[in-house]
């Protein structure tokens, strides 16, 4: 592409070209002679079963992995950012220092800005790195504008301002991976190439992620397994299918009735060619034996053999169709809580919540992000101990409890087979076996290292291995994270078998629906039913949607911004006019303070109100038509945004203060 013309290389559309492209690891074939290219301005979804290859032909791009055959090339200039399936190990930087990390030299000159700025210089360890020297490149890289930048990606993908600062060592791995997406996000490459970033990422976040996106400047080439996700951001697919890549225009749902038209059609001309060659066989059959004959016959066969054969389309994807082994039969209450306390340090969760669950319920937790449903599964689960209260367990209760944790478990140096017969349960090898074939396990990919299996395939085993020996209460936490749809469909299909109890927690929607039978809403230490299943709850908090309804922090099901709900709970919230003329300084600075206050209030309640009309501005596709419009909307609901996070912190210190002050002067204050 490169030598058609240097004039026209800084107006080439196209980032990235991929032909004749194949890769196998021994038997196996990932892709044969494929092909695709993307160009600036795209974005596309890759999508293709657990262990198609999709990591790996991120891999190959990256040139991580050499293709055995074919060439990638990617445009000279163009900058690609990638964050990975599986996090990779972090050092002793921050959060803030990984996000803002745009160059190799950035945060090593961003420690020594800042150890200047606060008067107290590094030791200059090299001479000639003069002060004016580090200020400079700093400012050339716009250092200040990175930083705060970076910050306010990483408040929307959920980090709170008090763990900016905090060693990545000591984050989780979802963490680090958020804190990395964020430095992707800040650096802003030409192209991004994402490997199923939302895996990590709680509701409220995925959904900040999404719009975020929306108005990326750059190309995105993202691997996911979430329809919904795809189907907001992408307007192009590219499926792993047969070995190749192929294209489509659309997104996730147009995509699907793309490729079933096509499918559609190849059967059918597929059938017309195979009734063709029938007759022309059935020519040759006839009349080869007859030398009267025979040149026709010839003909006819070389005929046959000349036609261009239509392959007959693959059919969906296997299904993995497994069936759970029935557990025993628990008694009819399952499990309860009472008066349950809890809280992580000072950290309170919990303050006497109830709960009951009976035999052959399926409940979803919905609810915001950190109200504490991941808490509540492990409190169910006995991984965590209340400090006050009771969990008491029905007759023949026994508890599984599965989270990502368990990919986590498994022995990297062991063989699938070896793993999965580590279990407690009784089983023979031959039920292992297959039930491990059910998962896509068949054949020799029994004798694979854990290590070199794809994020889906971990999963899989994982599942596995719960199933094996399956318990009569199933506590699952977020379970469908890294499984491609046809797992995710199957899995459903075997939870609908699954005679016990299932409480879990999903982000995925359309999990939830085909699953739940009850709802359990939990936001601010409060769990509020829902005795129906998620279209009932959707109805009865008159959502405005299935997705952000997860999220929804209020039993209005609206997605609740965060002031409302602090401003009912601080006493200091609404203050009103102190009674008469104030008599000591104390009194008038309570004055000054209450109008302030006061004045916060008015301005939340205004950005509220814009940050509100904007995302159903947002939300409109109409709206995404017009690229100019999109982009300022987007912009503004940004701004907006950090304008409502910084008014809202305001406005807690000094509505703070201000109950401070009261407490001094009693009696002065408001009533
Ligand atoms: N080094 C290796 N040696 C042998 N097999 C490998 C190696 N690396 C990957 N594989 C296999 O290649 C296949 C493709 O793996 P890849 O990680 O690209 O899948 P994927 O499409 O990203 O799947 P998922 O959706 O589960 O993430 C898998 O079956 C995996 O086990
Ligand atoms: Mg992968």
Not at 534 to 546: C, E, I, N, P, V
């Amino acid at each position: 592409m490169a030598d058609r013309g240097a004039d026209l290389h800084t107006l080439s559309p196209f980032m990235l070209t991929i032909t004749g492209v194949s890769k196998s690891y021994g038997d196996r074939v990932l892709f044969a002679d494929a092909a695709l290219q993307v160009n600036r301005g795209d974005r596309i979804g890759l999508v293709g079963p657990n262990g198609a290859g999709k990591s790996t032909l991120f891999g190959l791009i990256l040139g991580e992995e050499p293709a055995d055959e074919g060439r990638i090339n990617r445009e000279r200039d163009a900058t690609i950012g990638f964050l990975p399936q599986e996090s990779a190990p972090v050092g002793d930087e921050t959060a803030v220092e990984i996000a803002c990390a745009i160059t190799k030299d950035f945060v090593g000159l961003m420690r020594k800005v800042k150890a200047w700025d606060a008067g107290h210089p590094v030791e200059a360890s090299h001479p000639e790195e003069l002060h004016d020297d580090v200020h400079e490149r700093f400012h050339e890289l716009n250092g200040y504008m990175v930083e705060a930048k970076a910050k306010q990606i990483l408040a929307g993908l959920g980090f709170r301002p008090e763990h900016f600062d905090r060693p990545a060592k000591e984050l989780s791995g979802g963490w680090v991976m958020r804190a990395h997406l964020a430095r992707l996000l800040t650096q802003e490459p030409d192209l991004l190439m994402l490997d199923e970033p939302t895996n990590h990422l709680d509701l409220e976040s995925l959904l900040w992620f999404q719009q975020y996106l929306k108005g990326y400047p750059g190309a995105i080439l993202v691997i996911s397994h979430d329809r919904e996700f795809l189907n907001e951001l992408v307007t192009g697919i590219v499926e792993i299918r047969q070995k190749k890549l192929v294209r489509f225009t659309g997104n996730y749902d147009q995509f699907v009735f793309q490729r079933d038209a096509a499918d559609a059609q190849q059967l059918a001309q597929f059938k017309t060619q195979q009734k063709e060659i029938a007759h022309l066989q059935a020519f040759v059959d006839r009349f080869k034996a007859k030398a009267s004959k025979a040149s026709q016959a010839q003909s006819k066969m070389k005929q046959i053999e000349r036609i261009d054969r239509i392959e007959a389309p693959v059919g969906d994807d296997k299904k993995v169709g497994f069936r759970f082994p029935q557990p025993i039969r628990s008694g009819q209450r399952v499990i309860w809580l009472q008066d349950l306390h809890f809280a992580y340090g000072q950290t309170s969760v919990y303050r006497g919540i109830e709960l009951e669950v009976e035999r052959g319920e399926r409940i979803v937790l919905v609810g915001p992000n950190g109200a504490g449903k991941s808490t509540l599964l492990k409190l169910l689960a006995d991984k965590l101990q209340p400090q006050r209260g009771t969990r008491g367990l029905g007759h023949n209760v026994s508890v599984g409890y599965y989270s990502q944790y368990r990919v986590e478990m498994l022995k990297p140096e062991r063989t699938v087979l070896a793993e999965a017969l580590d279990t407690e349960a009784k089983v023979t090898e031959q039920a292992v076996r297959t039930l491990l074939g059910s998962f896509l396990f068949s054949g020799d990919s029994v004798f694979k290292k854990v290590d070199v299996l794809s994020g889906g395939e971990k999963s899989r085993l994982a599942l596995v291995k719960l199933l094996l020996s399956p318990p009569n209460l199933l506590l699952m936490d977020e379970p469908t994270t890294h499984l491609d749809m046809g797992s995710i469909d199957a899995l459903v299909d075997a939870l609908k078998q699954f005679e016990g109890t299932l409480v879990f927690i999903s982000h995925d929607v359309h999990f939830i629906k085909a699953l739940a039978n009850k709802v359990l809403h939990v936001a601010g230490g409060v769990i509020t039913p829902y005795l129906g299943d998620y279209q009932f709850y959707l109805h009865k908090t008159k959502a405005d949607s299935a997705r952000a309804a997860l999220t929804a922090g209020g039993a209005g099901g609206k997605v609740a911004a965060k002031a409302p709900a602090k401003a009912a709970a601080k006493p200091a919230a609404a203050p009103a006019p102190a009674a008469g003329p104030s008599r000591n300084e104390l009194q008038k600075q309570q004055k000054k303070l209450q109008q302030v206050v006061a004045g916060h209030e008015r301005e939340i309640e205004q950005l509220e109100a814009r940050k509100a009309a904007l995302a159903k501005e947002l939300e409109d596709p109409a709206l995404w038509r017009d690229a100019a419009r999109a982009d300022r909307a987007q912009r503004e609901f940004a701004t907006v945004t950090s304008a409502l996070r910084d008014r809202t912190a305001q406005w807690e210190r000094d509505a703070e203060q201000l109950q401070r002050l009261q407490d001094q002067a009693p009696g002065q204050a408001s009533k």
